[in-house]
């Protein structure tokens, strides 16, 4: 069991830059594939981007491809989303979950097993 807590969100102009943070607990975070996704109102969850487990391998969303950069350390239990040239679409609470290691190419919110609380996120003129 993976207990996460993410940090990092506020209010940003167009244009800026963001760095989230997912703290985790547990044994098997450094076993696990991690993800962020994010939910705006009125809409579905979506996949922003994921990493397997040793860090090796990464995914993206193409509405984020290019822009953000998924990272983790696994001596700190930390997954990181560097966020930049940030747009006003890109408004949304931030969730970091866990999914199985061999689950680290799904986009599908039901194949992550863990969730953090998430983080608010503005961008805004």
């Known amino acids: 069991q993976v207990q996460l807590v993410e940090s990092g969100g506020g209010l940003v102009q167009p244009g800026g830059s963001l760095r989230l943070s997912c703290a985790a607990s547990?044994?098997?975070?450094?076993?696990?594939?991690m993800g962020w996704f994010r939910q705006a109102p009125g809409k579905e969850r979506e996949f922003v981007a994921a990493?397997?487990?040793?860090?090796?391998?990464?995914y993206y969303a193409d509405s984020v491809k290019g822009r953000f950069t998924i990272s983790r350390d696994n001596a700190k239990n930390t997954v990181y989303l560097q966020m930049n040239s940030l747009k006003p679409e890109d408004t949304a609470v931030y969730y970091c979950a866990a999914a199985p290691s061999f689950l680290a190419r799904s986009r599908t919110t039901s194949d992550y097993r863990n969730w953090g609380q998430g983080t608010q996120v503005t961008v805004s003129s």
């Open positions: 547990g044994r098997t975070f450094s076993s696990s594939a």
């Open positions: 990493i397997s487990w040793d860090g090796g391998s990464t």
